[in-house]
């Protein structure tokens, strides 16, 4: 599992001119599912997205989580982050996840996130999506995990 955690001030992400999902305050998350990502693979980045202190708290430091400033979550599937770019020109995805696997997972981090009180959307699976977002800081973090 690969995933870039962006801060925003705002986002929504829209599927052929329909808004599929908007936040105020938040995290857009981009999540490229591998081939061998479990459940518990997804626990991790739950438990990662729940608590991360990347939002500033009165003395201006990086102290708060997304649940401490009440902001809202947007998923954003994303096969191309499983790219393989180290030969060639053309990138390989042979190490993503079927499509009907990814979708479970994805749809299982968005349905803990909001068990656990965050508010998460999702963007459209498998579709082309326009995500617009109001980057804040910018702060931008890449995680990443393999299936143990």
Do not use: W, Y
């Amino acid at each position: 599992m690969r995933a870039v955690i962006q801060r925003v001030r705002r986002a929504a992400v829209t599927v052929e001119d329909r808004q599929v999902a908007g936040i105020g305050r938040g995290l857009v998350v981009l999540v490229g599912v591998a081939e061998t990502d479990t459940e518990p693979v997804m626990d991790f980045l739950v438990t990662k997205l729940h608590g991360l202190r990347i939002f500033e708290d009165e003395a201006g430091k990086m102290n708060r989580s997304v649940v401490e400033i009440d902001g809202g979550v947007i998923v954003v599937p994303n096969f191309t982050l499983c790219a393989e770019t180290r030969s060639g020109r053309r990138p390989s995805f042979s190490s993503a996840a079927p499509p009907e696997r990814a979708r479970a997972l994805c749809e299982f981090l968005v349905a803990r996130l909001n068990a656990l009180g965050v508010p998460t959307q999702s963007g459209e699976f498998g579709a082309m999506m326009r995500v617009d977002l109001e980057n804040d800081g910018p702060v931008t973090l890449v995680l990443e995990r393999n299936a143990e």
